[in-house]
């Protein structure tokens, strides 16, 4: 039984999910930017819609775009520290705090999950030596995964599904619209208006996805954090081992449905 290699193994699957992070923190702004597209194509213009002033248009939506980047930049780099701290390399995970508390301090506005998570690693890192600052690390952390997961599940998530709904609204009238105006063409306009639509039902499937993987990680870190004071057991062990697969899988399930 080696509680530490199990810990590696989770950390190393479970920060994974920063390879899905693009896609997911960019969904509102890429809805907000199509849908001023198709307000400059019902507009009285004769010209294309440019895509530069609809880019302009959606300042807010990039914003909160590149603040959830950075958000999960800080998640990232906890993952990454216990990944480190697991594998006795004490000098790498300062490094992980230091970047996360930088990242953190970054951003314009509290989040108070964010924050207390890098908070949270500093502490741990600073204040113990390796062996003690592994376990003081989930027990510090634990209270702030566990908050910014319902925080993206209960806020952000539907959010970004709002934006979505919007976008397929404004593209089905749009396309109503011009299926009525020519007859002739309406084959041509149904494939190319699935096409359209398949890209904001693999969007959504993406949010939902994702919001599925931070409960499950968030389930598995409260996992590690109650078995904290058993960590070298060999059912713990096994459970550490599970919860990494199983996240592991997740994250590839939704990497295929994502391509």
């Known amino acids: 039984c080696n509680p530490n290699f199990a810990i590696a193994t989770f950390a190393a699957n479970t920060k994974q999910f920063s390879e899905l992070l693009p896609r997911v923190a ?7 930017v199509e849908l001023a597209m198709y307000d400059q194509l019902q507009s009285d213009s004769p010209a294309l819609p440019k ?12 914003a ?5 980047i950075k958000e999960f930049s800080v998640l990232t780099q906890y993952f990454t520290a216990l990944g480190k701290l697991a594998n006795h390399d004490h000098a790498g995970a300062g490094a992980s705090a230091q970047e996360a508390a930088g990242t953190a301090g970054s951003l314009v506005g509290a989040n108070s999950a964010i924050s207390g998570l890098a908070g949270a690693l500093t502490k741990a890192v600073l204040n113990a030596k390796t062996a003690r600052a ?7 952390a634990d209270p702030h995964v566990q908050a910014y997961s ?18 397929e609204r404004e593209l089905t009238a749009l396309y109503t619209d011009s299926f009525r105006a020519a007859p002739p063409n309406r084959l041509l306009l149904y494939r190319q208006f ?3 639509t398949r890209s904001i039902r693999e969007a959504r499937q ?13 389930a598995a870190h409260g996992r590690l954090y109650a078995n904290r004071a058993s960590l070298g057991s060999k059912e713990t062990v096994a459970g550490i081992l599970h919860d990494a697969a199983g996240i ?3 994250i590839a399930a939704i990497k295929a449905a994502a391509h």
Do not use: H, W
């Open 206 to 218: 993406l949010v939902e996805g994702y919001s599925a993987l931070m409960a499950e990680i968030a």
């Open 248 to 250: 592991g899988g997740q």
């Open 26 to 32: 960019a969904v509102r702004f890429n809805a907000c």
């Open 64 to 68: 909160t775009r590149d603040r959830l």
């Open 134 to 140: 592994l376990k003081q690390a989930i027990e510090l």
């Open 150 to 167: 319902r925080q993206f599940q209960d806020v952000i998530a539907p959010v970004l599904s709002a934006a979505l709904k919007d976008q």
């Open 194 to 196: 699935d096409s359209d």
């Open 51 to 62: 895509r530069d002033a609809a880019v302009l248009s959606c300042r807010e939506q990039a």
